[in-house]
Nanobody, 127 residues
Framework: QVQIVESGGGSVQAGGSLRLSCTVS????????MGWFRQAPGEEREGVAF???????RYAESAKGRFTLSQDSGKNTLHLQMNSLKPEDTAMYYC?????????????????????WGQGTQVTVSS
């Protein structure tokens, strides 16, 4: 089993920054991809940023240039640095992992492709 705990959400004004963290424990050997999704009220869950086992990172278009994904050397803690936040970034942010996958492809960005999920952390950006 895998346990995931997110932290770092909060409320900021537009243009501000937040840093989300995700700690993964349990059976994490060989995890293929880890990353962040977000879901705003009434919207579908969307992929934000992901890191593959070999360190290759994939960003959603909405995150490019503003968000930076990083991973601690132990590979069990993930950070999402979010800068220049906009009101449209307001959502519940979830960390997720996928156990199996091919190194021939980038990390998937569909929520249905991920196996384990955290409870989420709320990010609210006011204008």
């Amino acid at each position: 089993q895998v346990q995931i705990v997110e932290s770092g959400g909060g409320s900021v004004q537009a243009g501000g920054s937040l840093r989300l963290s995700c700690t993964v424990s349990g059976y994490t050997f060989g995890t293929y991809c880890m990353g962040w999704f977000r879901q705003a009220p009434g919207e579908e869950r969307e992929g934000v940023a992901f890191i593959r086992r070999d360190g290759r990172i994939r960003y959603a278009e909405s995150a490019k240039g503003r968000f930076t994904l990083s991973q601690d050397s132990g590979k069990n803690t993930l950070h999402l640095q979010m800068n220049s936040l906009k009101p449209e970034d307001t959502a519940m942010y979830y960390c997720a992992t996928r156990q199996l996958g091919s190194m021939a492809f980038q990390c998937p960005m569909q929520s249905s492709d991920y196996d384990y999920w955290g409870q989420g952390t709320q990010v609210t950006v006011s204008s």
